[in-house]
């Protein structure tokens, strides 16, 4: 939400975490074979509610674990980036484009 404003101004900036998003998702079903309850699914790590959904719908172990630093961090962090930087080599995204005025 605090991004809204940006957004609205240059919509492009939407499409590297979109572009990671459609990748991640599948990774978390097909791969990791992650499960979520019902009122946390869609949640994402806002306060850790999805994560914490995916905990209690699946009980632990390894696979879950890796599955929920991957998918809901370290994915979404590397893919955004790469996908941002390339925005900003062809000209779509500019420096300041997700700047807050406070």
Do not use: Y
């Amino acid at each position: 939400m605090l991004q809204m404003g940006n957004i609205v101004l240059n919509p492009r900036v939407w499409i590297p975490p979109t572009l990671a998003s459609m990748i991640t998702g599948p990774v978390a079903t097909v791969i990791f074979k992650m499960e979520n309850i019902h009122t946390a699914s869609g949640m994402g790590t806002c306060g850790l509610v999805g994560p914490i959904g995916v905990f209690t719908a699946m009980g632990g172990g390894s696979s879950m674990w890796l599955g929920i630093l991957l998918v809901c961090f370290v994915l979404p962090a590397a893919l955004t980036f790469i996908f941002g930087e390339i925005l900003r080599k062809i000209g779509w995204i500019k420096p300041g484009d997700l700047k807050l005025d406070l």
